[in-house]
């Protein structure tokens, strides 16, 4: 509705807008109220995977709370308790007297060998060294590193990496224009930022007729690499260094770098890009496997862009931020790479590769 002032004497009157009613505790309430429930969810999934509920109903579907309890020794009324809440957070659905896992609730949560595989970023989001020691040093800002964190944190970022170089090996690197005849035919891969070795292993497996060289510059994450690579039996053709990728120099040249979900990290990215045109062979490839931070207000709006932003609060005590998949077009421009393209393989997940001249 309008309303009609009048207006000076002997002018017009002035014709005014209704002054647009600003949204109601009931429409701002539910905002408030869905991040609590979100918390919910998040802490009824983790307890279910350490627990191992999950893994039981996805074996036992139908399983009442007391036959989960009595299977894994648990409280029988704690359980009930669990299994409520997971299924009003559409975790599980009724089954007879009992529950089962919602479709796909198995691959999602549970198989770590799946490109769909999330289970591991409950027990990121979980760890100390995200939100725990965040707030603890909020007003000293002090920073860590690798080595200052513990080794359940290396397994747990180890499990959300494992997705990354599941998309990535082979069905990531098919769609970059040429390389895929190349690591069939064979040739010098090496894994930058390897961690654990899960990607190495990846590789090596998929690529019987490749070397391979993992490069990190934590000691932990490498030690596990080796015992990854020597149970997986290809000592052989792996070799692993231990170096600050702003140090590394990598001889024989390679003809593949890949980059895991790291290169966000590096202390001085263009040192590290200076090192990678160094280590590969004319015409080689390097493949920047990252999370695609969001640019805009709108993407850190979205349900991607708000898991990022979480695992922003490690980053920030590391030093460092995810960063815009086109930071990384830049990057590869500076440093006068050629051939540029990107994939966008999740919404979580892209690629950026490019050739050196
Ligand atoms: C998020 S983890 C990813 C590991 C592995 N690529 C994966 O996906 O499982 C990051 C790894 O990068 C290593 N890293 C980060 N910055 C580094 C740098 N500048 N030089 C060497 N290693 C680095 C860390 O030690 C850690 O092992």
Known sequence: MTTTAPGPAGTTPVVTAPLAAGPTLADTAPTVLALIAGYVGHRTVAIGLRAGLLERLAEHPGATADELADALALDPSYVSVWCRAA?????????????????NMATLLLDAGSPAYVGGVFGVLEAHEVFGRF???????????????????IAAVSGTGTPFYTRLVPGGLERVPGLAAELDAGCRVADTACGAGVGLVRMATTYPRCTFVGVDGDRHSLDLARARVDAAGLGDRVQLVHSALEDMELDPPARVVVNNISMHECRDIDRVAQNVVAALEPGGWFVISDFPFPDTDEGLRTVPGRIMSGIQFFEAQIDDQLLPRSAYDDLLTRHGFTDLGSVQLTPMHALTHGRRP
């Not at 299924?87 to 479709?103: D, K, M, Q, T």
């Not at 002090?142 to 200052?148: G, H, K, P, Q, V």
């Open 87 to 103: 299924l009003g957070a559409g975790v599980v659905e009724r089954s007879g007297p009992g529950f089962r896992l919602a479709p």
């Open 135 to 153: 707030e603890q040093v909020l007003a000293s800002g002090e920073r860590m590193w690798w080595e200052d964190t513990s080794p359940e944190w």
